[in-house]
């Protein structure tokens, strides 16, 4: 079985700062990894993924996400954070057949301070 | 583009009554959409695999009976919650693979059914 889990379950910071949210996962296979943001009241939208390649991927909202195979981690960052990055993030992978089907991370929330 | 939507957005019913909720991928054919519920500040839990033209696959400790899933086209499938109960109240999301990019699920609004 695969599982994921992020460390952190509320993260609290002020405008401007710099944000790194932890994802591990266990599982051995090759993998696909995500990061999901929802803001409130909203659904769910994939900020970015990883399938190959360059293990430091760009997503949106000037998000980026480095995948450390040796480590088992697929960490999520952000320079400089606003207040509308106020959110719900959650990692996810999927590699074990059906290889479409995602495990989600707990979540973390993230509220930043104007 | 991959916009995935559901219908109804909320639902209130009786207890021992049945609900039907739609998700429909609108710009885009999904051979896979996957329905999960969510409850307050928790994540997503998956309740069944839908593949278009077959049965849906169930995860453990969901009633296949109770959560009855039909994925009648490329760009819709519906969960009945039969015969509602109070603890069914949550908040139900789906998801729909493209075609072409199997790995990645676009996500619907959610539905949030409150049974009294």
């Known amino acids: 079985a695969q599982s994921v889990s992020q460390h952190n379950h509320h993260v609290i910071l002020s405008e401007a700062a710099s944000l790194e949210l932890g994802c591990n996962y266990s599982y051995g296979g090759t993998v696909n990894l995500f990061w999901y943001v929802q803001y409130p009241g909203q659904h769910l939208q994939l900020l970015l993924k990883?399938?190959?390649?360059?293990?430091l991927v760009k997503g949106i909202k000037g998000f980026e996400a480095e995948f450390i195979k040796s480590k088992f981690s697929f960490n999520l960052r952000k320079p400089s954070v606003q207040w509308s990055d106020t959110a719900e993030y959650f990692c996810?992978?999927?590699?074990?057949?059906?290889?479409?089907?995602?495990?989600f991370g707990a979540g973390t929330t993230v509220t930043v301070r104007a | 583009g991959a916009v995935v939507s559901q219908h109804p957005s909320r639902v209130i019913c009786k207890s021992g009554t049945s609900v039907k909720i739609e998700c429909r991928s609108l710009?885009?054919?999904?051979?896979?959409m996957f329905w999960y519920r969510q409850f307050p500040k928790q994540s997503l839990m998956l309740m069944a695999t839908s593949n278009e033209g077959s049965k849906a696959t169930y995860e453990q400790g969901v009633e296949k009976d109770k959560f009855l899933i039909n994925h009648a086209s490329l760009t819709l499938s519906t969960l009945t919650v039969t015969s509602a109960h109070p603890e069914d109240s949550s908040f139900y999301i789906c998801?729909?693979?493209?075609?072409?990019?199997?790995?990645?699920?676009?996500f619907g609004p959610g539905t949030r059914l409150l049974v009294l």
């Open positions: 710009d885009f054919q999904a051979t896979t």
């Open positions: 996810a992978v999927n590699g074990i057949p059906p290889r479409n089907k995602l495990s």
């Open positions: 990883y399938f190959s390649g360059d293990p």
């Open positions: 998801s729909a693979s493209p075609l072409l990019v199997q790995e990645t699920q676009y």
